[in-house]
């Protein structure tokens, strides 16, 4: 968006306060304004519009799910996304990986002084189209202030409550032999969009983020009656992380198969020329299901038809119970241990 | 991929295993020296195609792991100060020095950076002209020359601000070095084709020589590493002990001549520690003297003071070749990535950290085979 279109769409005299100030989270009229011209009429819904301290709302029949997650991405925007749309998406896929269908969020936003006032609009509009995108409404929130240089531009924090609409138990313990490995598309390119952009890193084609809800080809899976051991969502840590954790709980062994695994090229080669494994790199979009191997076909069928998960791909099972581990199967046939990254990915040197 | 998926090809990968079969008849013992091959030999599992008569060592081609303890220490010293930016590569961060290691520098208020190239850290000192910037100049032959770039533009933008704490060291003196020990069991070299793609392989030809040892310039794709082998055991059947280049898509015999320039303008060789090693004489590089005022260590008038390895840490042997890392009474309990006793569970590259990664079981037990 350009300052002409912020200028017309914008509901703040940009002309007055072209940025936030600390009286934006005072307490006082500009704190008000700001709530009411920016968060009240984009996210405009009749609970939040009660403009009541807390969100009045009745519990759906079902047992609930509750997720709470913070957003501190940098920068604010990026190829296939934003902070806004991410914090968004992030916590109705956690509530998705209970199999729940997502209901409301809450947002809380921690702004530093002096952020313009036009990037936090976008922001906000970013997380109004992503909320209509999977059908959740935001109904409470709140706002605070930070001195400059005691924030990074823009923190959010959200909470999703959802609702199970079915009797299954999804839960890593729930993980048997001889269950197959689904996962929902191709891997790494949220965390190699981040890094290219972060470090100034120019390839000849961009790397988009794969952020997206996932709550649709979950509830279809649920809809068809495909039992459920397991589902987890591929974020930080990546592929590597969420079966490590799922083979820790379940107290199990899980081969996958790297040929199976569908990487997109451009992210591969800003992989290989970084020395990163994209099964250790973050998506925002993806997740891996583990269903009994004879609801595994049907199980594909039902992703690939979805457009978020139209490359769902089988990886591999579950073997055996046993002390906790993962192997993948290279391309020359050989097995390894696929371990859980070791803290932050570091490039290297040569 | 192009020029990657032909080189990881399964079928042609087993062609030359089985060619590989018939060409040993006795037992050889082969050092790939670069850490980037240690590590696809056991991330593609490449060791499980190989005649069991022929037996692999690790060489000591890691950068992180051969960097000396007390340079460390220096570069925690000088990243501690307030006045400083100091940029690394990204690998640098966790290797512990004798206390701390960068990423707690970073914490605890350091203003350390992660980049690219050692011109992005020339950027920054021009765009901070307030601030110290101090690279980390690590590496091989294959990055002295992006590192004497940086000092050599440095130098033409006038900047003031703006030093390395240099730690480059040179590949064939440390083979040399490793042929002369008592304890040597290698009898061949693979050697790093990225090194030979600035160095070209001139300089092999007296090691091949002198110690009569075959060495095949390899890459680092799994048909490249199992072409090189071949090539080596052909060698050794025949007791020929030639250089032979198999990385001919990247390597040329003169390897890369104006980069070669650009390092012997800004750094002579000098003597240097490598860590778990010693001090091989003629190893390293420094700034020459035209050049001292861009060298950290003087800058920050540091004291260079020795600094003894965790008694427990057999770093020194595996980087010899002498020990495989599953062979250390700390690998893999007390000694993890997370919290490495020496450099090679640090770097990516270090032979501890890919068995570590990647094997920590037998192979057979990974495929589930009784």
């Known amino acids: 968006m350009n300052a002409t279109d912020f200028a017309a769409t914008c509901p703040l005299p940009i002309s007055r306060y072209p940025n936030i100030l600390m009286a934006h989270g005072g307490g006082g009229k500009l704190m008000h304004r700001l709530i009411e011209d920016f968060f009240g009429r984009a996210f405009s819904n009749p609970i939040l519009d009660t403009r009541h301290d807390s969100a009045q709302f009745t519990v759906p029949p079902g047992r609930l799910a509750m997720t709470t997650d913070s957003y501190v991405v940098r920068p604010i925007f990026f190829p296939g996304g934003d902070i806004g749309s991410m914090a968004v998406h992030g916590t109705v896929n956690d509530l998705a990986m209970s199999g729940a269908r997502p209901l409301y969020l809450t947002s809380a936003f921690i702004i530093e002084e002096g952020l313009p006032m036009a990037t936090l609009w976008r922001v906000v509009c970013s997380m109004r189209d992503a909320a209509e995108k999977c059908g959740v409404q935001i109904i409470t929130g709140d706002t605070k202030v930070v001195d400059t240089g005691k924030g990074d531009g823009l923190f959010i924090n959200t909470t999703g409550l959802g609702v199970m609409e079915h009797p299954q138990n999804i839960s890593p313990l729930a993980v048997q032999p001889g269950d197959r490995i689904l996962i929902s598309g191709d891997l790494g390119r949220h965390g190699m969009a981040i890094m290219a952009v972060r470090e100034g890193l120019q390839f000849e084609c961009t790397i988009e983020s794969d952020s997206a809800p996932v709550a649709g080809p979950v509830l279809d899976l649920i809809k068809a009656g495909i039992e459920i051991h397991c589902l987890r969502d591929l974020t930080r840590g990546g592929l590597a992380s969420a079966l490590n954790e799922i083979a820790e709980a379940a107290r199990v062994k899980i081969t996958i198969d790297q040929k199976d695994i569908p990487i997109r090229e451009d992210v591969q080669a800003a992989c290989e020329l970084l020395g990163m494994d994209p099964v250790h790199v973050a998506n925002e979009g993806r997740f891996l299901a583990v269903v009994p191997a004879k609801a595994a076909p049907q199980a594909l069928e039902i992703l690939q038809r979805h457009p978020v998960s139209t490359r769902a791909t089988i990886i591999g099972e579950v073997s055996e119970r046993s002390m906790p581990l993962v192997t993948i199967k290279s391309v020359l046939g050989s097995h390894r241990i696929l371990d859980m990254p070791s803290g932050e990915q570091l490039p290297r040197i040569c | 991929m192009k020029f990657l998926e032909e080189y990881r090809d399964q079928g042609l990968a087993r062609q030359l295993a089985a060619e590989l079969q018939r060409a040993t008849t006795r037992p050889w013992t082969i050092m790939e020296v670069c850490g980037g091959q240690t590590h696809a030999i056991i991330k593609f599992g490449i060791d499980e195609l190989l005649p069991e008569k022929i037996t692999l060592i690790h060489g000591p081609g890691c950068p992180v792991c051969v960097t ?186 003169e390897g890369n001549q104006l980069a070669q320039e650009l390092i012997k303008k800004v750094f002579e060789v000098v003597p240097r520690k490598w860590r778990g090693i010693g001090e091989i004489p003629q190893s390293g590089l420094a700034l020459r003297e035209e050049f001292a005022t861009f060298d950290a260590a003087k800058k920050f008038k540091l004291t260079h003071h020795c600094v003894p390895e965790p008694a427990e840490c057999i770093a020194g042997l595996i980087l010899q070749g002498l020990k495989k890392p599953n062979e250390c009474a700390v690998f893999g309990t007390r000694c993890t990535p997370e919290h490495p006793f020496g450099a090679t569970m640090v770097s990516s590259e270090g032979a501890c950290a890919a068995y570590y990664n990647y094997r920590r079981q037998a192979p057979k037990e990974m495929a589930g085979v009784p």
Not at chain 2, 142 to 151: G, L
Not at chain 2, 185 to 214: D, I, K, N, R, S
């Open chain 2, 68 to 253: 000396p303890l007390e340079i460390i220490d220096q570069a925690l010293e000088i990243a501690a100060r307030p006045e400083v930016i100091f940029a690394s590569f990204g690998d640098m961060l966790r290797v512990p020095g004798s206390s701390t290691d960068l990423l707690s520098v970073k914490a605890h208020g350091g203003d350390v950076r992660i980049v690219y190239s050692p011109l992005d850290a020339v950027k920054l000192a021009a765009e901070n002209p307030a601030r110290e910037v101090v690279f980390f100049g690590v590496g091989f032959e294959t990055t002295a020359p992006a590192t004497a770039m940086a000092v050599y533009q440095a130098a033409q933008k006038g900047l003031k601000n703006f030093s390395l704490l240099i730690s480059h060291v040179l590949v064939p003196p440390a083979m040399a070095a490793l042929m002369s020990s008592p304890n040597c069991q290698v009898q061949a070299f693979l050697a790093a084709g990225h090194v030979c793609t600035v160095m070209g392989y001139q300089e092999y030809f007296p090691l091949a020589e002198q110690y009569h040892v075959p060495i095949v310039v390899t890459g680092f794709e799994p048909l490249d590493i199992l072409q090189g082998i071949l090539l080596t055991v052909q060698q050794l059947e025949s007791g020929r002990a030639e250089v032979e280049n198999q990385y001919a898509r990247a390597v040329r015999r």
